[in-house]
C-alpha cells in the first residue's frame, strides 16, 4: 500500500509519467479484478476487453472471464467480444469453460435465466474458475453481468461475491442522465462491503452533452475522494470498427 500511495503521489507531482506507470505494470497488478457498471449496456465488455488489451501490450499476462452468461447456448457472446478486441483468438480457458463457467439462455438476471431452466447458479463454480485461470495468469478480469446489485441467487448479489472474494472494483460508467446518481449509488455500495475500488471508467455515450460528460468526470472524482477510494477516473473515447482506442488504464493498475 505505501508504495502505491508513493507512485500515485509521483503520479500527481509530476515526477513519474503514466508512461513510467505503464512500464512497470508487470511488477504492480496480479490477481482478479471485477469489471462491473452502473447499469446493463454502460459498455462493460467493450471496456474489459480494452483492458485486457492494454495489459497484454504491455507484457502482462491477462485473461478475461464472465462471470454469468445470460442470453446464450452453448457460449459466450461477451468472451467472443473481449477476444476480437485483444486479436487473440479462442484460448484453452475458453475450450474449457473456465471463462463463461456460468451460461443460461434467458437474457435476464442470473438468478432468474437460472430459475428459468430449474437450475440455481453454481456459484462455487465461478469461484473455482476464476483461481483456476489466476494460476495460469498474473491478471483475471471477471466482468459482471449487469450492475453490482444483480441477484446471482436468491440470498446473495454480484457485489457480495466479488467482495467475499476481495475482487477489486473496476467500475463502468458513462454521462447519460442518471449516471451520477447510480455511480454514486455503487460506490456506496462497495464502500459499505469494505470493497477495494481501483477506480472507475468513464465510457463514451452517445447524444451526451460535453458539460454535462465532464462534470460527471469530475463530481466522480471527487465522490472518490470523500469515500477514501483513489481518485481515478480513466475515459474512454468511442469504439469504433477497426479504429480501437489507444487508452493508457495503467492508474487502475499502479
Known amino acids: 500500500v505505501m508504495r502505491k500511495t508513493k507512485w500515485l503521489a509521483m503520479l500527481a507531482t509530476g515526477e513519474r509519467s503514466r508512461g513510467e506507470l505503464a512500464s512497470e505494470l508487470p511488477l504492480l497488478c496480479r490477481g482478479a479484478y471485477w469489471i462491473s457498471g452502473i447499469d446493463t449496456n454502460v459498455g462493460k465488455t467493450v471496456v474489459t476487453g480494452l483492458l485486457a488489451r492494454f495489459l497484454l501490450a504491455r507484457g502482462v499476462d491477462a485473461l478475461t472471464v464472465k462471470m454469468v452468461q445470460t442470453g446464450n447456448e452453448g457460449r459466450s457472446e461477451d468472451i467472443e467480444a473481449h477476444r476480437e478486441l485483444c486479436g487473440s483468438g479462442p484460448l484453452r480457458e475458453d475450450a474449457e469453460g473456465l471463462t463463461a463457467p456460468q451460461i443460461f439462455k434467458?437474457?435476464?438476471?442470473?438468478?432468474?435465466?437460472?430459475?428459468?431452466?430449474?437450475?440455481?447458479?453454481?456459484?462455487?463454480?465461478?469461484?473455482?474458475?476464476?483461481?483456476?485461470?489466476a494460476e495460469r495468469h498474473r491478471v483475471v478480469l471477471v466482468e459482471s453481468a449487469g450492475g453490482l446489485a444483480v441477484p446471482l441467487t436468491a440470498d446473495l448479489l454480484s457485489?457480495?461475491?466479488?467482495?467475499?472474494?476481495?475482487?477489486?472494483?473496476?467500475?463502468?460508467?458513462?454521462?447519460?442522465?442518471?449516471?451520477?446518481?447510480?455511480?454514486?449509488?455503487?460506490?456506496?455500495?462497495?464502500?459499505?462491503?469494505?470493497?477495494?475500488?481501483?477506480?472507475?471508467v468513464h465510457n463514451y455515450h452517445p447524444g451526451v452533452d460535453a458539460t454535462i460528460d465532464a462534470d460527471t468526470v469530475a463530481a466522480v472524482r471527487r465522490q472518490l475522494a470523500r469515500l477514501g477510494f483513489p481518485p481515478v477516473v480513466v475515459t474512454v473515447p468511442k469504439v469504433e470498427p477497426g479504429r480501437l482506442p489507444d487508452v493508457d488504464f495503467s492508474e487502475l493498475f499502479s
Open 106 to 133: 434467458f437474457p435476464s438476471s442470473p438468478e432468474l435465466a437460472a430459475r428459468m431452466e430449474g437450475r440455481v447458479v453454481d456459484v462455487e463454480r465461478i469461484v473455482a474458475a476464476v483461481k483456476k485461470c
Open 159 to 200: 457485489v457480495d461475491l466479488a467482495a467475499r472474494e476481495g475482487w477489486p472494483l473496476v467500475l463502468v460508467t458513462c454521462g447519460r442522465l442518471g449516471a451520477i446518481n447510480h455511480t454514486f449509488l455503487s460506490l456506496e455500495a462497495a464502500k459499505a462491503r469494505g470493497m477495494r475500488v481501483a477506480g472507475v
